[in-house]
């Protein structure tokens, strides 16, 4: 089951790297959060504590963040697609590549006994991987906005594994570190697009004093 | 031996316009219309069949040979493949190859049927479908790879033998799913059906397979529309074969879930032309990429 779940995600990702549409890149990655919102259930059974984690992940990450950023598309209209600083397929290519090396990897690391076996570590080395992808390769704002949240979908992958030991105030700090990243991408959104007009970082370069 | 060869080659002769029929129908119900009769690709193939060959005088024998070779490679590679549960007629180590490239033959010789007309549209026809299956080829390779670490064995019978029904409740199932969903697409770009290209277009600008036929009339037209049948029934044999690795033990059996399976996909084809879309053409390649991508994938899982 957690397998599925996370092999799911990891499909997301390639989807994400490769879709040309905004607004289907903003709910592939909703669906994500959601999908991940599962796993503490899955992984550790049903317990109050994987409970409150996974409501909070879907609350934020599946409902409250996407709500966000389709909210700012409309505002601010956005030209509904994604304009890539590198194509489509060489991105591809490299979230293909970062993903095998995500496995090849995970079987050196020092891991514990029990976590060799299932697809946790590989998914939250790619989601992490192609998370910066997304980030580095992509010119508009809003799409560094969701690198960043595919960025945490990974830590939060990672951290399902420790979610014993993980205290509920690390993950709600996490969470909340993302809501006020986003909000402040928010802010800095609406001053690009008051100032230039459009929404790529790259003017940004120019800025003066 | 000789019976079991007959019987398969009977099979896929006498079967192969049906599941055109059946997408057809598919998506005239979606449509709402009541569309054209189940058995109306049969029609079709006789009405051909009776008119006469017309030639332009600038073409040579490539020409013909294009529409015979279509017709001649899906009979062949269908003798290399399990038809259900029923075991392949014939197989060697190594047969997998030859399945692929026998598919590049045809394709080959279906694109120097087209050059060889000196039409414009012709070439660039045969650019496109050229440039679109060799992007497909390395993820049927790929799929055939994860199927063959799987099976232990390089032969199409063994790849598909009775050891996938375990496989699907293996760890490495995942695998086989993705391979499921890549095999399906390189079902949809090598017959060239809708997110790809569209087998009912009459725009020449936006034709891909079609228009490399433009030239062709008459019972040529026929064994082309024949063995593009005949393609579909043999492609979707291993779909089938993957999804639904039933084996009854007795030969009508095992017929039964081979027929039910191929209509079913074919339901299956009419529901995504229906709901579907035509891609724009420049995100081909890039749809076609990231499923070979997607198929390296499957590898990865694989061997893990």
Known sequence: MSTLLLLIVILINFYVLGSARLVACIRAVALQGAL???????????????????VGALL??????????????????I?????????????????????????????????????????????????????????????????????????????????????????????????????????????????????FATLNTERLTALKE | MIGRIVLQLLILLMFAPLPLGV??????????????PLLQPYYDLARLWRKGFVFSRTTTWVFLAGPVVGLVVPVLACL??????????????????????????????????????GSSFEGMGAV??????????????????????????????????????SFWHSPHAASLGIVLVCLFVVLLVENSRIPFDDPNTHLELTM????????????????????AAMKLVVLGALVVRLALPLQTGWLIGDLLVFLV??????????????????????????????????????LVLALR
């Open chain 2, 128 to 165: 496109r479908e050229v440039t679109f299956s060799c992007l497909a080829e390395p993820i049927v390779l790929f799929c055939l790879l994860v199927l063959a670490h799987g099976a232990d064995s390089l032969t199409l019978g063994g790849l598909l033998g009775p050891q996938l029904t």
């Open chain 2, 23 to 36: 997408i057809n129908k598919t998506k005239a119900l979606f449509a709402g219309r009541i569309g054209p």
């Open chain 2, 208 to 227: 891909i397979h079609e228009v490399m036929v433009l030239d062709h009339s008459g019972p040529a037209l026929g064994m082309i529309l024949y063995g």
């Open chain 1, 79 to 195: 030209r509904r697609e994604v304009e890539p600083y590198i194509g489509f397929v060489p991105t591809l290519f490299l979230g293909a590549l970062v993903t095998a090396g995500a496995f090849v990897f995970a079987d050196f690391l020092p891991l514990a006994a029990e976590h060799h076996a299932g697809l946790y570590v590989p998914a939250a080395l790619s989601t992490m991987a192609g998370g910066f992808l997304l980030l580095m390769t992509r010119r508009k704002a809003i799409t560094q906005v969701l690198g960043y949240l595919m960025l945490e979908n990974g830590i939060f992958i990672f951290a399902i594994l420790l979610s014993a030991a993980i205290p509920l105030m690390v993950e709600a700090g996490i969470l909340l570190d993302l809501l006020v990243g986003v909000f402040v991408m928010g802010i800095v959104l609406n001053q690009i697009s008051r100032e």
């Open chain 2, 261 to 298: 399976g191929i209509l079913l996909l074919a339901v299956v084809i009419g529901v995504v032309e229906s709901t579907m879309a035509r891609l724009r053409l420049p995100r081909v390649p890039q749809v076609l990429v990231g499923t070979s991508l997607l198929s390296v994938f499957a």
């Open chain 2, 80 to 117: 290399l493949l399990p038809f259900g549960g029923l075991p392949a007629p014939i197989s060697f180590h190594g047969d997998l190859i030859l399945f692929v490239y026998l598919f590049g033959l045809s394709r080959f010789f279906t694109a120097a049927a087209a050059l060889d007309t």
């Open chain 1, 36 to 54: 991940l919102s599962l796993l503490p259930l899955v992984a550790h059974g049903p317990s109050g504590h994987a409970l409150i984690l996974g």
């Open chain 1, 60 to 77: 934020f990450k599946g409902i409250f963040i996407p709500w966000l950023l389709l909210r700012a598309i409309r505002e601010v209209r």
